[in-house]
């Protein structure tokens, strides 16, 4: 099975900064990475696919990088919806496995 | 627009046996994979399983295998997940989410609310 390990586990920051989360695979997985953002008790909401490549109407704000291990997920000016945790998941191969997720809370 | 309504949860036993459901609407629903992923509380996303269209082909947790059966009724619109022999480590909110399958594209796109399964005694 391909382990998605995310880090930071918990960031805190403050609006208008610019902040990264990393998730490394523990095999080669191409671009077959997807981030999700999810707030305190509401479903997952999708953002980006095949590592980085926006959903339509997700902000600009938001990028995604890399192939292969290492991707990273990029907020260049943290916004106060920003806040909630982010999900990295690997669609190379089943099972469809997630990261562990990144909190980020308000400095 | 897309809908996933998910419902079939509630208090069941150790031992027990549950349902889930979940509604589709908004899309052609036999043209797409359909997911379960679920949520222990506190804790971060597990996928659970996954079904083809077609429903030929189906994907498994190894931690559900064997107690689990994803199904869906094309005609219905409807995606279900049997539970038996439920076990505490089970307690969760489960999600349906609807999947792209495009090699290039493959993301899950639209996820139902939830509904929370608890296995307590």
């Known amino acids: 099975d391909i382990q998605l390990t995310q880090s930071p586990s918990f960031l805190s920051a403050s609006v208008g900064d610019r902040v990264t989360i990393t998730c490394r695979a523990s095999?080669?997985?191409?671009?077959?990475l997807a981030w999700y953002q999810q707030k305190p008790g509401k479903a997952p909401k999708f953002l980006i696919y095949?590592?980085?490549t926006l959903q339509s109407g997700v902000p600009s704000r938001f990028s995604g990088s890399g192939s292969g291990t290492e991707f990273t997920l990029t907020i260049s000016s943290l916004q106060p919806e920003d806040f909630a945790t982010y999900y990295c998941?690997?669609?190379?191969?089943?099972?469809?496995?997630f990261g562990q997720g990144t909190k980020v809370e308000i400095k | 627009e897309v809908q996933l309504v998910e419902s079939g949860g509630g208090l069941v036993q150790p031992g027990g046996s549950l349902r889930l459901s979940c509604a589709a609407s908004?899309?052609?629903?036999?043209?797409?994979?359909m997911n379960w992923v679920r949520q222990a509380p506190g804790k971060g996303l597990e996928w659970v399983s996954t079904?083809?269209?077609?429903?030929?082909?189906?994907y498994y947790a190894d931690s559900v295998k064997g107690r689990f059966t994803i199904s869906r009724d094309n005609s219905k619109n409807t995606l279900y997940l049997q539970m038996h022999s439920l076990r505490a480590e089970d307690t969760a909110v489960y999600y349906c989410?609807?999947?792209?399958?495009?090699?290039?594209?493959?993301?899950?796109?639209?996820w139902g609310q939830g509904t929370p399964v608890t296995v307590s005694s």
């Open positions: 989410a609807k999947e792209v399958v495009v090699p290039a594209a493959r993301r899950f796109d639209y």
């Open positions: 908004g899309f052609i629903f036999s043209s797409y994979a």
């Open positions: 079904i083809s269209g077609s429903g030929l082909s189906t």
């Open positions: 095999q080669g997985i191409s671009s077959y």
């Open positions: 095949a590592a980085s």
């Open positions: 998941q690997q669609l190379n191969s089943y099972p469809r496995t």
